[in-house]
């Protein structure tokens, strides 16, 4: 009895021990997989905090002097417009041009009837005779007195009146001449030509009409070669481009500043360059526009009168601006905005005020320094505090190459930060 009561008592003990080591084992098991899975969720966490940069296109901005162009509505206007009226009167016997053509200067335009001044130019021409005759009585009679006179065998006043009559009768020719001078004149007038070269008009009176002098318009003529584009610039824009100009002090010798590019209305750009020659000294109380003349060389006659056109001309030149391109800025219509990368390789907002824009981009008065990298792609994406990686095809946009090498360094060290980065991981 004693010895089955000693072993039960030994197999209780054997099976507690056992129970122990389980539970022991287990607990070992557990507190062994919490702390493997404890330092990988560590690395996943810090997996998961590790951000990849984002590629993006950048540009430093590096000062650079920039030119201001400013683009206004205008009309072609003819250099020359001559109103032909007839200057005789008569009835209009022919016309001898196409209407709507190209006459050049000296063409037979319109005959009027020559005839009734033909006949006046012919009695002139008799009067003159007649007049010259007389002179020439007149001179042998002065010339015989006078010799007379010297003789002692004729009076002083008989001397006197000879020579009096020879003088009227030079005065007498030299009416005769004007008078007929005035009556070719207005024979040539029958005869009426084209004062300058360019493109006519429908004709004002029909043929066998009477033409009254000085009144009657017979047509118009417009020249097209060379031709006047009228334009205005705004108040602002006219002061800043006399500022530009009196700085410069070639208000008559600066080409590029007197330039004025044509736009017609398709937008093609006119192949020749226009001259501006013309700015208004005052300003227009009911435009608030200052009024501008560009003369523009037309030898296609591409540029027809009353033709609505597009002026582009230099209005400024600003001094050391920075730039950017127009795809990096950012209007919310509130603020302005543009991303920058900081010195940590990452994208920040900075807000800034635009300039005016120009062929390089757009200028930026306040908000940047030179040598800041903008960002100018991937802005849909981008939010401030992202790391971000520049393309190395894509370091630079401007056109100074101490600038491009710049922007090439600091593109070459980002890039290296994040390779070292992706090691370290």
Do not use: W
């Not at 040598?371 to 792609?377: E, H, K, R």
Request: with cysteine; hydrophobic share 35%; glycine share 8%.
């Amino acid at each position: 009895m004693r010895f089955r009561n000693d072993v039960a008592r030994r197999r209780m003990t054997a099976f507690r021990a056992l129970v122990v080591f389980s539970l022991t084992a287990t607990l070992a098991a557990c507190g062994g997989g919490e702390e493997s899975s404890g330092g990988g969720g560590a690395s996943k966490g810090g997996q998961s905090q590790k951000q990849p940069a984002t590629k993006v296109s950048a540009v430093t901005v590096q000062p650079e002097a920039v030119q201001v162009y400013g683009e206004y509505p205008g009309r072609v206007q003819g250099k020359q417009t001559a109103r032909i009226i007839g200057r005789v009167n008569g009835v209009l016997l022919a016309k001898n041009y196409q209407e709507g053509s190209i006459v050049h200067q000296g063409d037979l335009l319109f005959t009027i009837d020559p005839k009734p001044y033909r006949a006046t130019v012919n009695q002139r021409k008799a009067t003159l005779a007649s007049a010259k005759a007389s002179l020439e009585n007149s001179r042998r009679i002065y010339n015989r007195t006078k010799r007379l006179y010297d003789a002692n065998a004729v009076s002083e006043a008989e001397r006197d009146q000879a020579l009096s009559n020879f003088n009227s009768d030079q005065a007498a020719v030299q009416q005769a001449e004007a008078n007929l001078e005035s009556a070719q004149i207005d024979l040539g007038y029958t005869h009426v030509e084209a004062p300058i070269t360019g493109v006519t008009s429908l004709r004002d009176i029909d043929l066998g009409s009477l033409v009254t002098a000085n009144q009657t318009q017979l047509t118009t003529i417009t020249q097209l070669d060379p031709v006047y584009v009228l334009f205005a610039l705004p108040e602002d824009d006219a002061f800043a481009r006399r500022k530009a100009l009196a700085e410069m002090g070639k208000q008559t010798s600066d080409a590029s500043t007197r330039e004025a590019t044509i736009i017609t209305g398709t937008g093609d750009v006119f192949p020749y360059k226009g001259e501006v020659d013309f700015t208004q000294s005052t300003i227009d109380p009911d435009t608030g526009t200052v009024q501008l003349r560009a003369v523009v060389k037309n030898p296609e006659n591409a540029l027809m009168p009353g033709r609505y056109v597009r002026a582009r001309i230099r209005i400024q030149t600003i001094e050391d601006a920075l730039v950017i391109p127009n795809e990096a800025v950012s209007d919310s219509g509130q603020r302005v905005n543009v991303f920058v990368i900081n010195q940590d390789g990452k994208a920040t907002t900075q807000a800034v005020t635009l300039g005016p824009d120009t062929d390089s981009g757009r200028v930026i008065t306040d908000g940047l320094e030179a040598g800041d990298q903008v960002i100018t792609s991937g802005l849909g994406t981008l939010q401030p505090g992202m790391p971000v990686e520049v393309k190395s095809a894509d370091t630079s946009s401007n056109k100074d190459s101490a600038a491009g090498g710049s922007a090439a360094g600091d593109n070459q060290k980002s890039s290296s930060n994040s390779s070292s980065a992706e090691d370290n991981q």
